[in-house]
T-cell receptor, first 112, second 113 residues
Framework: QKEVEQNSGPLSVPEGAIASLNCTYSDRGSQSFFWYRQYSGKSPELIMS????GDKEDGRFTAQLNKASQYVSLLIRDSQPSDSATYLCAVNNPGGNNRLAFGKGNQVVVIP | SQTIHQWPATLVQPVGSPLSLECTVE??????LYWYRQAAGRGLQLLFY??????ISSEVPQNLSASRPQDRQFILSSKKLLLSDSGFYLC????????????FGPGTRLTVT
Protein backbone atom coordinates (compact mmCIF):
# COMPACT_ATOMS: atom_id res chain seq x y z
CA GLN A 1 0.00 0.00 0.00
CA LYS A 2 1.36 3.39 -0.98
CA GLU A 3 2.02 5.80 1.85
CA VAL A 4 -0.02 8.60 0.32
CA GLU A 5 -2.57 8.15 -2.43
CA GLN A 6 -4.38 10.75 -4.45
CA ASN A 7 -7.14 9.86 -6.88
CA SER A 8 -5.81 10.01 -10.37
CA GLY A 9 -6.89 11.97 -13.43
CA PRO A 10 -7.21 15.69 -14.03
CA LEU A 11 -10.12 17.51 -12.41
CA SER A 12 -11.86 20.03 -14.62
CA VAL A 13 -14.06 22.59 -12.89
CA PRO A 14 -15.84 25.65 -14.25
CA GLU A 15 -14.74 29.02 -12.97
CA GLY A 16 -16.52 29.88 -9.73
CA ALA A 17 -17.21 26.26 -8.79
CA ILE A 18 -15.76 24.23 -5.92
CA ALA A 19 -12.83 21.91 -6.61
CA SER A 20 -12.53 18.97 -4.24
CA LEU A 21 -9.36 16.94 -3.86
CA ASN A 22 -8.89 13.87 -1.71
CA CYS A 23 -5.89 12.10 -0.27
CA THR A 24 -5.56 8.95 1.84
CA TYR A 25 -2.56 7.88 3.87
CA SER A 26 -1.47 4.57 5.30
CA ASP A 27 0.36 5.33 8.55
CA ARG A 28 -1.94 5.96 11.51
CA GLY A 29 0.95 7.57 13.37
CA SER A 30 1.09 10.53 10.98
CA GLN A 31 0.27 13.81 12.67
CA SER A 32 1.05 16.54 10.14
CA PHE A 33 -0.63 17.01 6.79
CA PHE A 34 0.08 19.45 4.00
CA TRP A 35 -1.17 20.57 0.63
CA TYR A 36 1.22 21.96 -1.95
CA ARG A 37 0.38 23.69 -5.19
CA GLN A 38 2.68 23.21 -8.16
CA TYR A 39 2.30 25.22 -11.33
CA SER A 40 3.62 23.66 -14.51
CA GLY A 41 7.40 23.99 -14.63
CA LYS A 42 7.62 25.45 -11.13
CA SER A 43 8.46 24.10 -7.70
CA PRO A 44 5.81 23.11 -5.14
CA GLU A 45 4.47 25.83 -2.87
CA LEU A 46 3.02 25.10 0.55
CA ILE A 47 -0.55 26.36 0.72
CA MET A 48 -2.15 24.57 3.67
CA SER A 49 -1.09 22.75 6.83
CA UNK A 50 -3.47 20.85 9.09
CA UNK A 51 -2.77 18.94 12.27
CA UNK A 52 -6.12 18.37 14.00
CA UNK A 53 -9.31 16.65 12.95
CA GLY A 54 -11.82 18.94 11.35
CA ASP A 55 -11.67 21.85 8.97
CA LYS A 56 -9.13 24.61 8.54
CA GLU A 57 -9.95 27.54 6.33
CA ASP A 58 -7.54 29.97 4.69
CA GLY A 59 -9.11 32.29 2.18
CA ARG A 60 -10.71 30.24 -0.56
CA PHE A 61 -8.97 27.05 0.61
CA THR A 62 -10.31 24.63 3.19
CA ALA A 63 -8.40 21.59 4.37
CA GLN A 64 -10.29 18.79 6.06
CA LEU A 65 -8.71 16.05 8.15
CA ASN A 66 -10.23 12.81 9.40
CA LYS A 67 -7.61 10.75 11.20
CA ALA A 68 -9.98 7.88 11.97
CA SER A 69 -10.60 7.36 8.27
CA GLN A 70 -7.06 8.39 7.34
CA TYR A 71 -7.96 10.94 4.75
CA VAL A 72 -7.30 14.58 4.16
CA SER A 73 -9.01 16.74 1.59
CA LEU A 74 -8.69 20.17 0.05
CA LEU A 75 -11.56 22.31 -1.13
CA ILE A 76 -11.02 25.27 -3.40
CA ARG A 77 -14.03 27.59 -3.38
CA ASP A 78 -14.83 30.05 -6.14
CA SER A 79 -12.21 28.43 -8.36
CA GLN A 80 -10.23 30.79 -10.55
CA PRO A 81 -8.14 30.11 -13.66
CA SER A 82 -5.10 30.91 -11.53
CA ASP A 83 -5.93 27.83 -9.44
CA SER A 84 -5.10 25.60 -12.42
CA ALA A 85 -2.16 23.59 -11.14
CA THR A 86 -1.19 20.23 -9.70
CA TYR A 87 -1.95 19.81 -6.01
CA LEU A 88 0.27 17.52 -3.93
CA CYS A 89 -0.76 15.97 -0.64
CA ALA A 90 2.04 15.35 1.86
CA VAL A 91 2.05 13.53 5.18
CA ASN A 92 4.79 13.34 7.77
CA ASN A 93 6.59 10.04 8.07
CA PRO A 94 6.45 9.02 11.71
CA GLY A 95 9.46 6.84 11.05
CA GLY A 96 11.47 9.90 11.57
CA ASN A 97 13.80 12.63 10.57
CA ASN A 98 11.17 15.08 9.41
CA ARG A 99 10.52 13.31 6.15
CA LEU A 100 7.35 13.84 4.22
CA ALA A 101 5.63 11.30 2.01
CA PHE A 102 4.09 12.91 -1.08
CA GLY A 103 1.23 11.79 -3.22
CA LYS A 104 1.62 11.89 -6.98
CA GLY A 105 -0.64 14.89 -7.22
CA ASN A 106 -3.95 15.90 -8.76
CA GLN A 107 -4.11 18.23 -11.71
CA VAL A 108 -6.85 20.84 -11.51
CA VAL A 109 -7.99 22.72 -14.60
CA VAL A 110 -10.31 25.66 -14.08
CA ILE A 111 -12.31 26.42 -17.20
CA PRO A 112 -13.20 30.09 -17.68
CA SER B 1 12.36 35.81 6.28
CA GLN B 2 13.81 32.61 4.91
CA THR B 3 14.93 32.24 1.31
CA ILE B 4 16.19 29.21 -0.54
CA HIS B 5 18.30 29.43 -3.67
CA GLN B 6 19.22 26.82 -6.23
CA TRP B 7 21.51 27.02 -9.21
CA PRO B 8 21.76 26.58 -12.01
CA ALA B 9 18.13 26.90 -13.08
CA THR B 10 18.60 24.73 -16.15
CA LEU B 11 21.36 22.42 -17.24
CA VAL B 12 22.00 20.25 -20.28
CA GLN B 13 24.76 17.70 -19.80
CA PRO B 14 26.01 14.76 -21.87
CA VAL B 15 25.90 11.22 -20.57
CA GLY B 16 28.98 10.41 -18.53
CA SER B 17 29.69 13.99 -17.50
CA PRO B 18 29.88 15.13 -13.86
CA LEU B 19 27.19 17.08 -12.04
CA SER B 20 27.12 19.61 -9.25
CA LEU B 21 23.94 21.31 -8.10
CA GLU B 22 23.98 23.76 -5.26
CA CYS B 23 21.36 24.84 -2.76
CA THR B 24 21.67 27.51 -0.09
CA VAL B 25 19.22 28.70 2.54
CA GLU B 26 19.15 32.15 4.11
CA UNK B 27 17.43 33.43 7.22
CA UNK B 28 17.48 30.28 9.32
CA UNK B 29 20.04 28.19 11.14
CA UNK B 30 20.47 24.43 11.42
CA UNK B 31 17.74 23.60 8.91
CA UNK B 32 16.93 20.12 7.73
CA LEU B 33 17.75 19.95 4.04
CA TYR B 34 16.40 17.68 1.33
CA TRP B 35 17.08 16.81 -2.30
CA TYR B 36 14.18 15.55 -4.40
CA ARG B 37 13.89 14.55 -8.03
CA GLN B 38 10.71 14.85 -10.03
CA ALA B 39 10.79 13.00 -13.33
CA ALA B 40 8.43 14.12 -16.09
CA GLY B 41 4.85 13.30 -15.14
CA ARG B 42 5.88 11.57 -11.94
CA GLY B 43 5.83 12.26 -8.23
CA LEU B 44 8.52 13.59 -5.95
CA GLN B 45 11.29 11.15 -5.13
CA LEU B 46 13.34 11.90 -2.02
CA LEU B 47 17.02 11.41 -2.80
CA PHE B 48 18.85 12.67 0.28
CA TYR B 49 18.10 14.44 3.52
CA UNK B 50 20.37 16.04 6.07
CA UNK B 51 19.78 17.01 9.69
CA UNK B 52 23.17 18.68 10.10
CA UNK B 53 26.61 19.27 8.67
CA UNK B 54 28.06 16.00 7.37
CA UNK B 55 24.90 14.16 8.49
CA ILE B 56 23.33 12.90 5.29
CA SER B 57 21.03 9.99 4.66
CA SER B 58 20.46 8.45 1.27
CA GLU B 59 17.02 7.25 0.35
CA VAL B 60 17.71 5.65 -3.00
CA PRO B 61 20.98 3.93 -4.01
CA GLN B 62 22.15 5.41 -7.30
CA ASN B 63 25.00 7.26 -8.89
CA LEU B 64 24.25 10.48 -7.03
CA SER B 65 25.80 11.76 -3.83
CA ALA B 66 25.16 14.71 -1.54
CA SER B 67 27.30 16.81 0.74
CA ARG B 68 26.65 19.52 3.28
CA PRO B 69 29.87 21.42 3.79
CA GLN B 70 28.19 24.30 5.65
CA ASP B 71 25.07 24.59 7.78
CA ARG B 72 22.97 26.18 5.05
CA GLN B 73 24.57 24.69 1.94
CA PHE B 74 23.57 21.42 0.32
CA ILE B 75 25.22 20.04 -2.80
CA LEU B 76 24.10 17.25 -5.10
CA SER B 77 26.77 15.60 -7.21
CA SER B 78 27.42 12.85 -9.67
CA LYS B 79 30.65 11.61 -11.19
CA LYS B 80 28.98 10.22 -14.32
CA LEU B 81 25.49 11.13 -15.39
CA LEU B 82 23.05 8.64 -16.85
CA LEU B 83 20.16 9.36 -19.19
CA SER B 84 17.82 8.36 -16.36
CA ASP B 85 19.18 11.22 -14.23
CA SER B 86 17.18 13.72 -16.27
CA GLY B 87 14.53 15.47 -14.25
CA PHE B 88 13.58 18.41 -12.09
CA TYR B 89 15.79 18.58 -9.01
CA LEU B 90 14.35 20.30 -6.00
CA CYS B 91 16.02 21.34 -2.79
CA UNK B 92 13.86 21.91 0.26
CA UNK B 93 14.35 22.96 3.86
CA UNK B 94 12.44 22.52 7.09
CA UNK B 95 12.95 23.93 10.54
CA UNK B 96 13.88 20.68 12.24
CA UNK B 97 12.56 19.40 15.55
CA UNK B 98 8.83 18.78 15.17
CA UNK B 99 8.50 21.25 12.32
CA UNK B 100 7.53 19.22 9.30
CA UNK B 101 6.69 21.98 6.82
CA UNK B 102 9.08 21.86 3.91
CA UNK B 103 9.77 24.80 1.67
CA PHE B 104 11.11 24.26 -1.81
CA GLY B 105 13.64 26.13 -3.85
CA PRO B 106 12.98 27.08 -7.47
CA GLY B 107 14.53 23.86 -8.79
CA THR B 108 17.06 22.86 -11.43
CA ARG B 109 15.85 21.28 -14.64
CA LEU B 110 18.48 18.79 -15.78
CA THR B 111 18.48 17.21 -19.22
CA VAL B 112 21.02 14.49 -19.87
CA THR B 113 21.65 13.96 -23.58
Amino acid sequence: QKEVEQNSGPLSVPEGAIASLNCTYSDRGSQSFFWYRQYSGKSPELIMSIYSNGDKEDGRFTAQLNKASQYVSLLIRDSQPSDSATYLCAVNNPGGNNRLAFGKGNQVVVIP
Amino acid sequence: SQTIHQWPATLVQPVGSPLSLECTVEGTSNPNLYWYRQAAGRGLQLLFYSIGIDQISSEVPQNLSASRPQDRQFILSSKKLLLSDSGFYLCAWSGGGYSYEQYFGPGTRLTVT
